[in-house]
């Protein structure tokens, strides 16, 4: 790296260029975060530099992407935020340079000590922000009536105030009736449940909550019995006592699945669900009759495509109606179709979103789930034991974890890849149809 420094204090920003490419290999070869990060940065320096402004803000980009999702330690982290928000200056990309201001500020103020210093200031006007949270509880789903299992645990004061949004009571979830299974790994969860069949028990992504599946359910509930719980401190699913670990993720589904299921279930888990689900199925395969995954995380390195990562951050970082729209509309083909399809129900579903977007519960779960789960990348070797037939389902056009990470699955375990040609990284709410074909098809190859 200073001989990358070396080459652009020089003017050499060709040499600096290579230099850089050189150590993110090196850093993927032995998988230091913070070395990539650090070459990736100024790999777009040196383009930006050279003139070519787009592609190396586009680069700037992607090393942000590591940034936010907390995997550098602090100290790269301040120099990253403060390097690319210089960088943005000197090409007058005032925006974006706003943008990870707001979002350097937030940072910084949540660490103990100064890490990295800080970075000037400038005008306010800018700065949206994403990584949604929403949850909700259980509803009513045709073909079966909710089932009382038990009453929900009582929530302690920090968990009642984390529901709450600003100035009031917490929102409830865009369903009707719902109910809370008893306390599983110590978490008080919220289920839907409905329909009669083998169990098909359904993991949403991050960042959302059960209801995430209903243009799903009716049809699957046709032919199978649904359990789609709202993953732990999402939606109404509360963690009552103690820290959200990995391991605890992996025990609560243990538990709901005995809990719920009276046949080993098919597991289909969508982004971050996906990847409880992978790393479920590694070790817990026995409990299981199939697995699904649906534009999974964890089957390869988070790499989205740059609009949609400043999009993320956006919402992440300043949850509205605005930036929740501007995130949508980088993650779906045709949005106007999403609510178009959601109707009426469009309203009450982006509004619960925000809340729990904005929850101080919402956004520590969903830091938990990213940062143990969901963004490290599941061992090959780990992979190839899953002994259930398993099966992909992915939108072409996924700017999270795009077709070829899918593909390359498919080609070494062996796996049915099903593309979903007009949907980006959530199938089940943009294409509702040719979902369940998929996915029917996939239930076919199982046990199921």
């Known amino acids: 790296m200073p001989l990358a420094l070396q080459h652009g204090a020089a003017g050499d920003q060709e040499a600096a260029y290579a230099v850089a490419a ?22 777009g320096e040196a383009l930006v530099r050279q003139g070519r402004v787009d592609k190396g ?56 000590e100064p890490a990295g210093g800080r970075a000037r200031a400038l005008p306010a006007g800018g700065a949206p922000s994403p990584a949604g949270g929403v949850g909700r509880g259980r509803g009513r789903v045709p073909g079966r009536k909710p089932e009382r299992v038990g009453a929900p645990a009582r929530p302690g004061p920090a968990t009642a105030r984390a529901g709450e949004p600003r100035g009031g009571r917490r929102r409830d979830p865009p369903v009707g009736e719902r109910d809370h299974r008893p306390a599983e790994a110590g978490i008080s969860t919220a289920v ?4 009669e069949g083998r169990p098909v028990v359904l993991l949403h992504e991050q960042g959302a909550f059960a209801a995430h599946w209903l243009r799903v359910i009716p049809g699957l509930a046709a032919t199978h019995r649904v359990i789609a719980p709202d993953l732990p401190g999402h939606g109404a699913s ?44 590694v070790d817990h395969g026995d409990r299981l ?42 993650c779906t083909v045709d949005f106007a179709g999403v609510r178009r399809g959601l109707g009426e129900r469009w ?24 940062r143990e789960v969901a963004l490290p990348v599941v061992p090959p070797a780990d992979l190839e034991r899953i002994a259930v037939p398993t099966t992909l389902i992915w939108g072409r056009h996924d ?20 593309v979903i040609e007009d949907a980006g990284d959530d199938p089940p709410i943009e294409d509702p149809d040719g979902f369940l074909e998929a996915l029917h098809a996939g239930l076919d190859g199982t046990a199921v």
């Open 22 to 43: 050189d150590a993110a290999e090196i850093g993927e070869r032995f998988g230091e975060a913070d070395l990539i990060a650090l070459a990736v940065y100024m790999q």
């Open 57 to 112: 803000l586009g680069l700037l980009d992607e090393a942000m992407v590591a940034v936010t999702a907390g995997e550098l330690s602090p100290i790269v982290t301040g120099l990253v935020y403060c390097s690319v928000i210089d960088a943005c200056q000197e090409v007058y990309a005032l925006g974006r340079a706003r943008e990870w201001t707001a979002a350097l500020t937030q940072w910084c103020e949540r660490q103990p």
């Open 192 to 195: 839907l449940e409905g329909g």
């Open 238 to 281: 509360e963690v009552t006592n103690g820290e959200l670990t990995a391991g605890r993720v992996v025990s609560w589904l243990a538990e709901l699945i005995e809990e719920t299921c009276t046949a080993p279930p098919a597991l289909v888990g969508h982004m971050g669900g996906g990847a409880i689900a992978a790393r479920f199925a």
């Open 289 to 330: 009759a199939g697995l699904v995954l649906v534009d999974s995380f964890g089957l390869g390195k988070f790499r989205p495509r740059p609009r949609f990562a400043v999009a993320l951050l956006r919402y992440v970082t300043r949850p509205s109606p605005r930036t929740y729209g501007g995130l949508m509309q980088r």
């Open 347 to 370: 309203d009450p579903f982006e509004a619960y979103v925000l809340d729990r977007a904005r929850s101080p519960g919402g956004k520590a779960a969903l830091r938990v789930l990213m």
């Open 399 to 418: 700017p999270a974890m795009r077709l070829r990470v899918a593909e390359a699955a498919s080609a070494r375990y062996g796996w049915p890849l099903h």
